[in-house]
């Protein structure tokens, strides 16, 4: 079953090595198990938007602002 959901989204399985697939498959479990449904909702959106806790250097906070 984990290999089709990789298949099915577009990725080659040989290319990916079935390590990679097997391991994937373990953490939706333990997702699953731990939280059910929710535990395999993307959450990544929610997380790229944090704050820094660091100061940028003045020469990348003005590439990243614009200024």
Not at 7 to 27: C, I, N, P, Q, S
Not at 30 to 38: A, D, E, P, R
Request: glycine share 8%.
């Amino acid at each position: 079953m984990p290999k089709g959901i990789f298949e099915t989204f577009g990725f080659k399985v040989h290319t990916l090595a079935m390590t990679r697939v097997k391991a994937a498959a373990k953490r939706w479990k333990s997702s699953y198990n731990k939280q059910g449904v929710s535990g395999l909702q993307d959450t990544q959106s929610q997380h790229f938007s944090k704050p820094l806790k660091r100061e940028l250097t003045l020469a990348r906070e003005e590439r990243e602002t614009g200024s």
